[in-house]
């Protein structure tokens, strides 16, 4: 199930389940959201990204939801396999030449066998 | 795919020195590069943007004079942790952005782990 903890909220899946992570973005004039995979000791991988003129984008095994009506961003995995285990963020762009994004809060997703 | 790194990749330092931490874009040219610090269990928090030739721009409540940012070149910034203490201690991470296909990508190195003694 998931979790909030005090800093990082966490959620346990069995293997080949699927997951899904949400995040709750803040600029409602961001355009640009992107899904990230952090393993420990890692810098940030791209998983996956979306603009604000589609509400559903797929990839391999994931897919990311969009809804803008309420600010919110989900990230789909299917069949969770023990190499996802790890933190996941959702970052969003508010436009401008500078790409700055913004970081949301992370989720901890483990994966047992 | 557009790879940067970092180096180094960890460090140890006493409490009042000074650390260099650097950022290379290796197979292409970044006009602004990005630094992060991570705390354990926490989000990356944007520290400054960096263009090239220019000053850095800070975020609020990051000290310019304490996180000295350089980005000589279109290839590398780097990041000096001036008069390090316990508390600086942290995950720090940067990111080059490049533009492909008239969008900016993103990529982010491997992480510095800087720890004060």
């Known amino acids: 199930g998931e979790s909030v903890g005090l800093h990082l909220p966490t959620l346990s899946v069995q293997e080949g389940d699927n997951s899904i992570i949400n995040c709750a973005y803040s600029?409602?004039?961001?355009?640009?959201f992107i899904w990230y995979k952090q393993e420990s000791g890692k810098g940030p991988q791209f998983i996956i990204d979306?603009?604000?003129?589609?509400d559903k984008r797929q990839g391999q095994r994931v897919t990311v939801l969009l809804n803008k009506t309420v600010k919110h961003l989900s990230l789909q995995i299917a069949a969770t396999q023990p190499g996802d285990s790890a933190v996941y963020f959702c970052?969003?762009?508010?436009?401008?030449?500078?790409?700055?994004?913004?970081f949301g809060k992370g989720t901890l997703l483990t994966v047992n066998p | 795919g557009a790879v940067v790194s970092q180096h180094p990749s960890w460090v140890i330092c006493k409490s009042g020195t000074s650390v260099k931490i650097e950022c290379r874009s290796l197979?292409?040219?970044?006009?602004?590069m990005f630094w992060y610090r991570q705390f354990p269990k926490q989000s990356l928090m944007l520290m400054a943007t960096?263009?090239?030739?220019?000053?850095?721009?800070?975020e609020q409540g990051v000290e310019k004079d304490k996180f000295l940012i350089n980005h000589a070149s279109l290839t590398l910034s780097t990041l000096t942790v001036t008069s390090a203490h316990p508390e600086d201690s942290s995950f720090y991470i940067c990111?080059?952005?490049?533009?492909?296909?008239?969008?900016?990508?993103?990529?982010f190195g491997p992480g510095t782990r800087l720890t004060v003694t």
């Open positions: 197979d292409f040219q970044a006009t602004t």
């Open positions: 979306i603009r604000s003129n589609m």
């Open positions: 990111s080059a952005t490049s533009l492909a296909g008239g969008t900016y990508e993103q990529y």
């Open positions: 970052a969003e762009n508010s436009g401008g030449s500078n790409y700055k994004l913004t």
């Open positions: 960096s263009n090239e030739g220019s000053k850095a721009t800070y």
């Open positions: 600029n409602s004039a961001s355009d640009y």
